[in-house]
């Protein structure tokens, strides 16, 4: 099955903040080694995790989510920290790129499109990158089926390291890995995971 949008729309109606405030390590791990903030794209960003971390540290942010919820929580926690969020609720493959951009760092951190809607946003987000920008991404694999620290269980909505060569194989330099985690990211991502990291610069 494919998430509808009632489906978070339900789970980022609850009151705690289901996958925590703190960025993702990767995603933070990463972005701090960018000497110098741009401008930052983050999909399917839900309550806003990465988003205000990345403001709180120089970043111009522009976040999409399809979940009005997700969009309430996430301008809360930004606005407790004094910070602004440029969030757009709607449909990804509906969102000007090229309008907004270009940009310097695409996030896509647990941003988990089918294999159709891929097809239209990666290409888009390619084309939407300033000359040396990049593509950050945590997705997890379809070994993480085989675990309970959550994540789709629809094959179509996992992703694999072959999978980011072939979607970015134009860009400069690529890295790509599957590997097992340890998340601790609240109640639905906590434990042992696989997931696939990649960082492709352009």
């Given at each position: 099955?494919?998430y509808?949008?009632?489906?978070?729309?339900?789970?980022?109606?609850?009151?705690?903040?289901?996958?925590?405030?703190?960025?993702?390590?990767?995603?933070?791990?990463?972005?701090?080694?960018?000497?110098?903030?741009?401008?930052?794209?983050?999909?399917?960003?839900?309550?806003?995790?990465?988003?205000?971390?990345?403001?709180?540290?120089?970043?111009?942010?522009?976040?999409?989510?399809?979940?009005?919820?997700?969009?309430?929580?996430?301008?809360?926690?930004?606005?407790?920290?004094?910070?602004?969020?440029?969030?757009?609720?709607g449909?990804?493959?509906?969102?000007?790129?090229?309008?907004?951009?270009?940009?310097?760092?695409?996030?896509?951190?647990?941003?988990?499109?089918?294999?159709?809607?891929?097809?239209?946003?990666?290409?888009?987000c390619?084309?939407?990158?300033?000359?040396g920008g990049?593509?950050?991404?945590?997705?997890?694999t379809?070994?993480?089926?085989?675990?309970?620290?959550?994540?789709?269980?629809?094959?179509?909505?996992?992703?694999?390291?072959?999978?980011?060569?072939?979607?970015?194989?134009q860009?400069?330099?690529?890295?790509?890995?599957?590997l097992?985690i340890?998340?601790?990211?609240?109640?639905?991502?906590?434990?042992?995971?696989?997931?696939?990291?990649?960082?492709?610069?352009?």
């Amino acid at each position: 099955m494919q998430y509808p949008q009632q489906f978070w729309d339900d789970r980022y109606g609850q009151s705690e903040y289901v996958y925590g405030t703190h960025p993702n390590d990767f995603f933070k791990e990463q972005l701090e080694a960018i000497p110098t903030p741009g401008k930052l794209l983050l999909l399917a960003e839900g309550e806003g995790r990465n988003a205000v971390f990345a403001a709180e540290h120089g970043w111009q942010v522009t976040a999409v989510d399809f979940s009005e919820n997700g969009k309430a929580k996430a301008t809360a926690l930004a606005e407790s920290r004094g910070l602004r969020l440029d969030y757009h609720v709607g449909d990804v493959t509906q969102f000007d790129f090229e309008k907004y951009g270009p940009w310097d760092v695409i996030g896509l951190i647990y941003s988990h499109f089918p294999a159709d809607v891929r097809a239209k946003v990666f290409p888009k987000c390619l084309t939407s990158l300033r000359p040396g920008g990049q593509i950050i991404l945590e997705l997890f694999t379809p070994e993480q089926l085989n675990y309970t620290s959550g994540g789709p269980k629809d094959l179509d909505l996992l992703y694999t390291a072959d999978q980011a060569r072939t979607d970015f194989a134009q860009a400069k330099t690529l890295y790509a890995e599957e590997l097992v985690i340890e998340l601790d990211e609240s109640k639905f991502h906590r434990g042992p995971a696989a997931v696939v990291r990649c960082v492709a610069t352009f």
